[in-house]
Protein backbone atom coordinates (compact mmCIF):
# COMPACT_ATOMS: atom_id res chain seq x y z
CA UNK A 1 0.00 0.00 0.00
CA UNK A 2 1.42 3.39 -0.82
CA UNK A 3 1.68 6.62 1.04
CA UNK A 4 -0.63 8.33 -0.76
CA UNK A 5 -3.69 5.44 -0.35
CA UNK A 6 -2.86 5.79 3.21
CA UNK A 7 -2.81 9.60 3.42
CA UNK A 8 -6.47 8.78 1.43
CA UNK A 9 -7.96 6.45 3.99
CA UNK A 10 -6.78 9.33 6.90
CA UNK A 11 -8.64 11.73 4.88
CA UNK A 12 -11.61 9.76 4.22
CA UNK A 13 -12.06 8.65 7.86
CA UNK A 14 -10.79 12.16 9.32
CA UNK A 15 -14.46 12.30 10.74
CA UNK A 16 -13.80 9.35 13.34
CA UNK A 17 -10.34 10.26 13.90
CA UNK A 18 -11.44 13.65 15.01
CA UNK A 19 -14.45 12.34 16.73
CA UNK A 20 -12.67 9.72 18.76
CA UNK A 21 -9.80 12.17 20.08
CA UNK A 22 -12.42 14.93 20.77
CA UNK A 23 -14.66 11.93 23.14
CA UNK A 24 -11.55 10.77 24.25
CA UNK A 25 -10.45 14.07 25.69
CA UNK A 26 -13.89 15.15 27.08
CA UNK A 27 -13.72 12.04 28.94
CA UNK A 28 -10.60 13.04 30.36
CA UNK A 29 -11.81 16.21 31.28
CA UNK A 30 -14.41 15.15 32.99
CA UNK A 31 -12.89 12.26 34.68
CA UNK A 32 -10.22 15.33 36.11
CA UNK A 33 -13.72 16.86 37.09
CA UNK A 34 -14.26 14.21 39.38
CA UNK A 35 -11.02 13.65 40.71
CA UNK A 36 -10.42 15.74 44.08
CA UNK A 37 -7.41 18.54 44.00
CA UNK A 38 -4.44 17.50 45.59
CA UNK A 39 -2.14 20.12 47.26
CA UNK A 40 1.85 20.19 48.02
CA UNK A 41 3.31 22.46 50.76
CA UNK A 42 7.13 22.67 50.91
CA UNK A 43 9.57 23.68 53.75
CA UNK A 44 13.34 24.34 52.47
CA UNK A 45 16.05 23.67 55.42
CA UNK A 46 19.68 23.60 55.45
CA UNK A 47 21.82 20.37 56.91
CA UNK A 48 25.15 22.34 58.07
CA UNK A 49 28.22 19.99 58.49
CA UNK A 50 31.28 21.27 60.36
CA UNK A 51 34.03 18.46 60.47
CA UNK A 52 37.32 19.51 61.99
CA UNK A 53 40.78 19.22 59.57
CA UNK A 54 40.75 18.66 56.05
CA UNK A 55 41.64 15.29 55.78
CA UNK A 56 39.78 12.31 54.47
CA UNK A 57 37.71 14.54 52.07
CA UNK A 58 36.20 11.73 50.27
CA UNK A 59 35.05 10.29 53.69
CA UNK A 60 33.69 13.20 55.02
CA UNK A 61 31.55 13.36 51.66
CA UNK A 62 29.84 9.86 52.59
CA UNK A 63 29.47 10.73 55.92
CA UNK A 64 27.28 13.71 54.59
CA UNK A 65 25.59 11.99 52.03
CA UNK A 66 24.57 8.86 54.95
CA UNK A 67 23.48 12.31 57.25
CA UNK A 68 20.89 13.17 54.77
CA UNK A 69 19.60 9.80 54.07
CA UNK A 70 19.40 9.23 58.23
CA UNK A 71 17.31 12.76 58.44
CA UNK A 72 15.01 11.46 55.50
CA UNK A 73 14.18 8.22 57.09
CA UNK A 74 14.19 9.77 60.73
CA UNK A 75 11.27 11.99 59.12
CA UNK A 76 8.89 9.33 57.46
CA UNK A 77 9.87 6.92 60.63
CA UNK A 78 6.71 5.91 62.62
CA UNK A 79 7.18 8.01 66.12
CA UNK A 80 8.05 11.42 63.97
CA UNK A 81 4.94 10.69 62.30
CA UNK A 82 2.79 9.78 65.26
CA UNK A 83 4.35 13.80 67.24
CA UNK A 84 3.06 15.25 63.70
CA UNK A 85 -0.46 14.18 64.00
CA UNK A 86 -0.99 14.43 67.84
CA UNK A 87 0.37 18.40 66.32
CA UNK A 88 -2.06 18.56 63.21
CA UNK A 89 -4.69 17.17 62.59
CA UNK A 90 -4.02 14.92 59.95
CA UNK A 91 -6.13 11.71 59.65
CA UNK A 92 -4.79 7.93 58.33
CA UNK A 93 -2.08 5.46 59.43
CA UNK A 94 1.38 6.60 59.30
CA UNK A 95 2.01 4.10 56.70
CA UNK A 96 -0.83 6.03 54.67
CA UNK A 97 0.56 9.30 55.89
CA UNK A 98 4.51 8.42 54.74
CA UNK A 99 2.92 8.36 51.42
CA UNK A 100 1.99 11.85 51.54
CA UNK A 101 5.66 13.02 52.14
CA UNK A 102 7.97 13.55 49.36
CA UNK A 103 11.78 14.33 50.52
CA UNK A 104 14.56 16.06 47.94
CA UNK A 105 18.00 16.69 48.02
CA UNK A 106 19.22 19.44 45.21
CA UNK A 107 22.10 18.41 44.45
CA UNK A 108 25.25 20.29 44.79
CA UNK A 109 23.70 21.72 48.06
CA UNK A 110 23.39 21.57 51.47
CA UNK A 111 19.30 21.95 51.47
CA UNK A 112 16.74 19.40 52.03
CA UNK A 113 12.94 19.91 50.70
CA UNK A 114 10.34 18.74 53.04
CA UNK A 115 6.96 18.01 50.69
CA UNK A 116 3.69 17.16 52.22
CA UNK A 117 0.36 16.30 50.53
CA UNK A 118 -3.19 17.39 51.31
CA UNK A 119 -6.45 17.97 49.86
CA UNK A 120 -6.40 21.10 52.63
CA UNK A 121 -3.27 23.46 50.98
CA UNK A 122 -3.66 25.32 54.86
CA UNK A 123 -3.49 21.93 56.61
CA UNK A 124 -0.58 20.39 53.80
CA UNK A 125 1.39 24.12 55.01
CA UNK A 126 1.04 23.77 58.58
CA UNK A 127 2.06 19.92 58.57
CA UNK A 128 5.24 20.69 56.07
CA UNK A 129 5.98 23.75 58.84
CA UNK A 130 5.35 21.23 61.67
CA UNK A 131 7.50 18.37 60.64
CA UNK A 132 10.35 20.19 60.07
CA UNK A 133 10.35 21.80 63.51
CA UNK A 134 10.18 18.21 64.76
CA UNK A 135 13.42 17.28 62.58
CA UNK A 136 15.28 20.06 63.71
CA UNK A 137 14.31 19.35 67.56
CA UNK A 138 15.33 15.97 67.05
CA UNK A 139 18.81 16.91 65.25
CA UNK A 140 19.84 18.77 68.89
CA UNK A 141 19.52 15.57 70.96
CA UNK A 142 22.85 14.03 70.23
CA UNK A 143 26.03 15.39 69.26
CA UNK A 144 28.94 13.19 69.12
CA UNK A 145 32.28 14.96 68.23
CA UNK A 146 30.88 16.52 65.43
CA UNK A 147 28.33 19.54 65.24
CA UNK A 148 25.37 19.53 62.69
CA UNK A 149 22.92 22.27 62.74
CA UNK A 150 19.60 22.04 60.19
CA UNK A 151 17.97 25.34 60.20
CA UNK A 152 14.92 26.22 58.14
CA UNK A 153 15.45 28.79 54.94
CA UNK A 154 12.33 28.82 53.94
CA UNK A 155 8.87 27.63 55.34
CA UNK A 156 5.94 26.27 53.75
CA UNK A 157 2.80 28.61 52.53
CA UNK A 158 -0.38 27.22 51.20
CA UNK A 159 0.11 26.34 47.56
CA UNK A 160 -2.41 28.36 45.36
CA UNK A 161 -2.53 25.37 42.42
CA UNK A 162 -2.66 21.80 43.10
CA UNK A 163 0.00 19.63 42.37
CA UNK A 164 -2.86 16.49 41.35
CA UNK A 165 -4.28 15.95 39.11
CA UNK A 166 -1.53 17.01 36.45
CA UNK A 167 -4.30 18.39 34.18
CA UNK A 168 -2.37 19.07 31.45
CA UNK A 169 -0.65 15.51 31.16
CA UNK A 170 -3.64 13.83 31.35
CA UNK A 171 -5.36 15.52 28.62
CA UNK A 172 -2.11 15.26 26.77
CA UNK A 173 -2.20 11.06 27.65
CA UNK A 174 -6.00 11.64 26.55
CA UNK A 175 -5.38 13.13 23.43
CA UNK A 176 -2.94 10.81 22.60
CA UNK A 177 -5.12 7.55 23.19
CA UNK A 178 -7.67 9.12 20.89
CA UNK A 179 -5.99 9.77 17.87
CA UNK A 180 -4.08 6.32 18.61
CA UNK A 181 -7.73 5.22 18.69
CA UNK A 182 -8.93 6.83 16.37
CA UNK A 183 -6.64 5.88 13.26
CA UNK A 184 -7.28 2.22 14.34
CA UNK A 185 -10.84 2.51 13.81
CA UNK A 186 -10.35 4.52 10.97
CA UNK A 187 -8.46 1.17 9.13
CA UNK A 188 -10.73 -1.19 10.55
CA UNK A 189 -13.85 0.68 8.90
CA UNK A 190 -11.56 1.13 6.30
CA UNK A 191 -10.96 -2.47 6.01
CA UNK A 192 -14.69 -3.58 6.91
CA UNK A 193 -16.27 -1.03 4.25
CA UNK A 194 -16.44 -2.63 0.93
CA UNK A 195 -17.46 0.95 -0.43
CA UNK A 196 -15.41 1.60 -3.81
CA UNK A 197 -13.56 4.76 -3.07
CA UNK A 198 -11.15 5.45 -5.39
CA UNK A 199 -11.23 5.12 -9.27
CA UNK A 200 -8.24 2.86 -8.99
CA UNK A 201 -10.55 0.43 -6.65
CA UNK A 202 -12.89 0.71 -8.98
CA UNK A 203 -10.66 -0.31 -11.84
CA UNK A 204 -9.01 -3.23 -9.63
CA UNK A 205 -12.88 -4.17 -9.22
CA UNK A 206 -14.00 -4.35 -12.57
CA UNK A 207 -10.76 -5.25 -14.51
CA UNK A 208 -11.85 -2.27 -16.95
CA UNK A 209 -10.64 0.64 -18.31
CA UNK A 210 -12.04 4.08 -17.12
CA UNK A 211 -13.64 5.87 -20.42
CA UNK A 212 -14.82 8.57 -18.08
CA UNK A 213 -14.85 10.65 -14.86
CA UNK A 214 -17.51 13.13 -14.55
CA UNK A 215 -17.31 14.87 -11.32
CA UNK A 216 -20.47 15.45 -8.65
CA UNK A 217 -22.41 17.92 -9.85
CA UNK A 218 -24.65 20.46 -8.54
CA UNK A 219 -28.00 20.32 -8.42
CA UNK A 220 -29.08 22.51 -10.75
CA UNK A 221 -26.67 20.63 -13.17
CA UNK A 222 -29.08 17.48 -12.75
CA UNK A 223 -31.95 18.80 -14.33
CA UNK A 224 -30.08 20.43 -17.13
CA UNK A 225 -27.40 19.95 -19.98
CA UNK A 226 -24.03 20.39 -18.42
CA UNK A 227 -22.23 23.24 -19.89
CA UNK A 228 -19.20 22.65 -22.12
CA UNK A 229 -16.97 24.97 -20.16
CA UNK A 230 -17.77 23.37 -16.78
CA UNK A 231 -15.51 20.61 -15.04
CA UNK A 232 -18.47 18.45 -15.95
CA UNK A 233 -19.07 19.37 -19.22
CA UNK A 234 -15.77 18.87 -19.99
CA UNK A 235 -15.55 15.35 -18.73
CA UNK A 236 -18.51 14.57 -20.85
CA UNK A 237 -16.51 15.69 -23.67
CA UNK A 238 -14.02 13.36 -23.17
CA UNK A 239 -16.38 10.65 -22.37
CA UNK A 240 -17.79 11.54 -25.83
CA UNK A 241 -14.64 10.94 -27.40
CA UNK A 242 -13.58 8.03 -26.02
CA UNK A 243 -16.97 6.30 -26.66
CA UNK A 244 -16.46 7.37 -30.47
CA UNK A 245 -12.98 5.93 -30.45
CA UNK A 246 -14.32 2.88 -29.11
CA UNK A 247 -17.17 2.55 -31.11
CA UNK A 248 -15.23 3.34 -34.53
CA UNK A 249 -12.44 1.05 -33.45
CA UNK A 250 -14.67 -2.23 -32.51
CA UNK A 251 -17.23 -1.30 -35.21
CA UNK A 252 -20.35 -0.33 -32.31
CA UNK A 253 -23.31 1.34 -33.25
CA UNK A 254 -25.64 -0.02 -30.29
CA UNK A 255 -24.45 0.99 -26.86
CA UNK A 256 -26.13 0.03 -23.57
CA UNK A 257 -25.48 1.67 -20.35
CA UNK A 258 -25.89 -0.14 -17.21
CA UNK A 259 -25.11 0.43 -13.28
CA UNK A 260 -24.88 -2.35 -11.04
CA UNK A 261 -27.44 -0.45 -8.61
CA UNK A 262 -29.95 2.19 -9.27
CA UNK A 263 -28.60 5.79 -8.21
CA UNK A 264 -25.79 5.43 -9.77
CA UNK A 265 -26.37 8.72 -12.42
CA UNK A 266 -26.31 6.53 -15.47
CA UNK A 267 -29.60 8.30 -16.73
CA UNK A 268 -27.80 11.94 -16.46
CA UNK A 269 -24.88 10.12 -18.06
CA UNK A 270 -26.84 9.00 -21.42
CA UNK A 271 -28.74 12.29 -21.36
CA UNK A 272 -26.23 14.48 -21.63
CA UNK A 273 -23.16 12.08 -23.36
CA UNK A 274 -26.24 11.88 -26.35
CA UNK A 275 -26.52 15.94 -26.25
CA UNK A 276 -22.45 15.96 -26.39
CA UNK A 277 -22.34 13.66 -29.36
CA UNK A 278 -25.76 15.49 -31.04
CA UNK A 279 -23.63 19.00 -30.96
CA UNK A 280 -20.63 17.27 -32.69
CA UNK A 281 -22.84 16.98 -35.95
CA UNK A 282 -23.75 13.16 -35.43
CA UNK A 283 -27.64 11.29 -35.83
CA UNK A 284 -28.27 9.85 -32.29
CA UNK A 285 -30.95 7.96 -30.79
CA UNK A 286 -31.66 7.49 -27.01
CA UNK A 287 -33.97 4.66 -26.52
CA UNK A 288 -35.40 4.44 -22.33
CA UNK A 289 -35.32 0.75 -22.12
CA UNK A 290 -35.77 0.94 -17.98
CA UNK A 291 -39.65 0.41 -18.58
CA UNK A 292 -40.58 0.55 -14.97
CA UNK A 293 -38.99 4.07 -13.74
CA UNK A 294 -38.46 5.75 -16.95
CA UNK A 295 -36.99 9.23 -16.88
CA UNK A 296 -35.48 9.76 -20.08
CA UNK A 297 -38.53 11.50 -21.24
CA UNK A 298 -38.50 13.95 -18.57
CA UNK A 299 -35.24 14.67 -19.56
CA UNK A 300 -36.03 15.76 -22.95
CA UNK A 301 -39.27 17.14 -21.56
CA UNK A 302 -41.20 14.83 -23.97
CA UNK A 303 -44.47 12.96 -23.73
CA UNK A 304 -44.47 8.76 -22.57
CA UNK A 305 -47.50 8.47 -24.39
CA UNK A 306 -46.23 6.46 -27.16
CA UNK A 307 -42.86 4.74 -26.73
CA UNK A 308 -40.58 1.39 -26.66
CA UNK A 309 -43.40 -0.49 -24.73
CA UNK A 310 -46.34 0.20 -27.59
CA UNK A 311 -43.87 -0.90 -30.68
CA UNK A 312 -42.85 -4.35 -28.83
CA UNK A 313 -46.83 -4.80 -27.99
CA UNK A 314 -47.36 -4.05 -31.66
CA UNK A 315 -49.45 -1.06 -30.95
CA UNK A 316 -47.42 2.29 -32.74
CA UNK A 317 -44.83 1.86 -35.70
CA UNK A 318 -41.54 3.52 -34.51
CA UNK A 319 -42.08 6.34 -36.97
CA UNK A 320 -45.10 7.04 -34.40
CA UNK A 321 -42.85 6.57 -31.34
CA UNK A 322 -39.59 8.34 -32.02
CA UNK A 323 -39.55 12.01 -30.98
CA UNK A 324 -37.09 14.75 -32.00
CA UNK A 325 -35.71 17.34 -29.66
CA UNK A 326 -34.85 20.96 -29.83
CA UNK A 327 -31.05 19.14 -30.45
CA UNK A 328 -30.33 18.98 -33.94
CA UNK A 329 -29.40 15.14 -34.93
CA UNK A 330 -30.92 14.21 -31.89
CA UNK A 331 -34.35 11.52 -31.68
CA UNK A 332 -35.49 10.11 -28.60
CA UNK A 333 -37.71 6.60 -28.07
CA UNK A 334 -39.18 7.13 -24.60
CA UNK A 335 -40.52 4.07 -22.88
CA UNK A 336 -44.07 4.40 -23.27
CA UNK A 337 -46.48 3.17 -20.99
CA UNK A 338 -45.66 1.21 -18.54
CA UNK A 339 -46.09 -2.63 -18.97
CA UNK A 340 -46.59 -5.14 -16.18
CA UNK A 341 -44.16 -7.51 -17.86
CA UNK A 342 -41.42 -5.63 -19.27
CA UNK A 343 -38.74 -8.16 -19.06
CA UNK A 344 -40.95 -10.49 -21.66
CA UNK A 345 -41.05 -7.44 -23.52
CA UNK A 346 -37.40 -6.65 -23.84
CA UNK A 347 -36.71 -10.72 -24.62
CA UNK A 348 -39.24 -10.62 -27.63
CA UNK A 349 -37.64 -10.74 -30.92
CA UNK A 350 -39.19 -7.70 -31.87
CA UNK A 351 -36.46 -5.68 -29.56
CA UNK A 352 -33.51 -7.05 -31.44
CA UNK A 353 -35.22 -6.21 -34.51
CA UNK A 354 -35.84 -2.62 -33.73
CA UNK A 355 -32.28 -1.92 -32.44
CA UNK A 356 -31.17 -3.32 -35.88
CA UNK A 357 -33.48 -0.95 -37.26
CA UNK A 358 -32.23 2.01 -34.85
CA UNK A 359 -28.96 0.98 -35.65
CA UNK A 360 -29.81 1.44 -39.58
CA UNK A 361 -31.05 5.51 -39.65
CA UNK A 362 -28.67 6.90 -37.12
CA UNK A 363 -24.71 6.84 -36.08
CA UNK A 364 -24.81 5.94 -32.61
CA UNK A 365 -27.80 3.92 -30.84
CA UNK A 366 -27.70 4.82 -26.53
CA UNK A 367 -29.82 2.55 -24.62
CA UNK A 368 -30.75 3.32 -21.15
CA UNK A 369 -31.23 0.30 -19.04
CA UNK A 370 -32.36 -0.67 -15.39
CA UNK A 371 -29.59 -1.75 -12.69
CA UNK A 372 -27.80 -4.47 -13.51
CA UNK A 373 -28.76 -6.05 -10.78
CA UNK A 374 -31.78 -4.97 -9.64
CA UNK A 375 -33.99 -6.85 -12.52
CA UNK A 376 -33.43 -8.72 -15.08
CA UNK A 377 -34.17 -6.14 -17.77
CA UNK A 378 -30.47 -5.15 -18.88
CA UNK A 379 -29.14 -8.72 -18.29
CA UNK A 380 -31.86 -9.75 -21.29
CA UNK A 381 -31.07 -6.11 -23.38
CA UNK A 382 -26.67 -7.12 -22.80
CA UNK A 383 -27.07 -9.87 -25.53
CA UNK A 384 -28.56 -8.09 -28.03
CA UNK A 385 -26.51 -4.85 -28.55
CA UNK A 386 -23.38 -4.22 -29.89
CA UNK A 387 -20.98 -2.85 -26.07
CA UNK A 388 -21.89 -1.59 -22.85
CA UNK A 389 -20.86 0.58 -20.63
CA UNK A 390 -20.67 0.21 -16.94
CA UNK A 391 -21.53 3.32 -14.80
CA UNK A 392 -19.82 2.98 -10.83
CA UNK A 393 -20.99 5.68 -8.43
CA UNK A 394 -17.90 6.66 -6.35
CA UNK A 395 -18.31 6.75 -2.64
CA UNK A 396 -22.04 4.79 -3.06
CA UNK A 397 -21.29 1.38 -5.31
CA UNK A 398 -20.15 -1.74 -3.41
CA UNK A 399 -17.30 -3.57 -4.27
CA UNK A 400 -19.58 -6.78 -4.51
CA UNK A 401 -22.54 -5.20 -6.70
CA UNK A 402 -19.71 -4.24 -8.87
CA UNK A 403 -18.16 -7.39 -9.01
CA UNK A 404 -21.46 -9.87 -9.44
CA UNK A 405 -22.54 -7.62 -11.63
CA UNK A 406 -19.20 -7.95 -13.83
CA UNK A 407 -19.15 -11.67 -13.48
CA UNK A 408 -22.76 -11.88 -14.97
CA UNK A 409 -22.09 -9.81 -17.99
CA UNK A 410 -18.94 -11.53 -18.32
CA UNK A 411 -20.97 -15.00 -18.19
CA UNK A 412 -23.26 -13.72 -21.06
CA UNK A 413 -20.44 -12.78 -22.99
CA UNK A 414 -21.28 -9.62 -23.30
CA UNK A 415 -18.45 -7.20 -24.81
CA UNK A 416 -17.82 -4.06 -21.87
CA UNK A 417 -16.43 -1.20 -23.56
CA UNK A 418 -15.32 0.26 -20.46
CA UNK A 419 -16.60 2.16 -16.74
CA UNK A 420 -17.70 5.39 -16.48
CA UNK A 421 -17.45 6.66 -12.89
CA UNK A 422 -19.30 9.36 -11.36
CA UNK A 423 -18.91 11.28 -8.27
CA UNK A 424 -15.64 11.55 -9.82
CA UNK A 425 -12.57 13.31 -7.81
CA UNK A 426 -12.47 16.34 -9.20
CA UNK A 427 -9.00 16.92 -11.27
CA UNK A 428 -6.98 19.92 -9.80
CA UNK A 429 -6.34 21.02 -13.47
CA UNK A 430 -10.00 21.46 -14.33
CA UNK A 431 -10.61 23.74 -11.28
CA UNK A 432 -8.73 26.53 -13.46
CA UNK A 433 -11.88 26.60 -15.61
CA UNK A 434 -14.41 26.07 -13.04
Not at 13 to 19: A, E, M, N, Q, Y
Amino acid sequence: MELRTYVEILGRRSGIIVLTTVVSVIIVWLGIQRITPVYAATTTVRVLTNFEGNDDVFGKLQYVERLMNTYASIATSDPMLRQLQQQVAITGSPADLSKQIKIEFPANTELMQISIENKDPVLAAKAANALTELLIAESLKTRVGRTFAISLIEPATPPIRPTKPNKMLLIGLGLFVGMAGGLSLAFLFENLDSTLHTIDQIEQTTSLATIGKIPPLKRKQRKTFLNGNSPQGEAIRRLRTNIFYTMSAASLQTLLVTSAEPGEGKSTVVTNLAYMMAKSGRKIIVVDSDLRRPMLHKRFNLSNEVGLSNILCQTAALADALQATDIPGLQVLTSGPLPTDPAELLALPTMAHLLGQLSQQTDAVLIDAPAFLAVTDAAILATQVDGIALVVKRTQTRQEAVQTARRQLTDLDAKLVGVIVTQAELDPVNVYYR
